[in-house]
Nanobody
């Protein structure tokens, strides 16, 4: 059973910073693409940033110059450093683990799609 636990959310003033963490257990973490999504009130969930097993990253245009995603495979943890926060960044942030089925070396792994419970980020003065 794969389990993701997010932490680091909270209330921050505009222009401030937060670092979100997502700790994973129960899977071969290094094989997973890890993503951060967010969902603001009344809006659809959107992809914020992703990082592949080889540490390639991608970002939503709205956060590209302000947020940084990183991973520490030794700690089974992915991070989202958020700087220059804006009120429009207010949302529940979700961690996602994703892996396509196939052979990784000699071992076959099935599809994986797991979500954390979310952590609330509020940007307000």
């Amino acid at each position: 059973q794969v389990h993701l636990v997010e932490s680091g959310g909270g209330l921050v003033q505009p222009g401030g910073s937060l670092r979100l963490s997502c700790a994973a257990s129960g899977s071969i973490f290094s094989l997973n693409t890890m993503n951060w999504y967010r969902q603001a009130p009344g809006k659809e969930r959107e992809l914020v940033a992703g990082i592949t097993p080889t540490a390639s990253t991608n970002y939503a245009d709205s956060v590209k110059t302000r947020f940084t995603i990183s991973r520490d495979n030794a700690k089974n943890t992915v991070y989202l450093q958020m700087n220059s926060l804006k009120p429009e960044d207010t949302a529940v942030y979700y961690c996602n683990a994703n892996r396509k089925s196939g052979y990784y070396g000699p071992t076959y792994y099935s599809n994986l799609e797991v979500w954390g419970q979310g952590t609330l980020v509020t940007v307000s003065s």
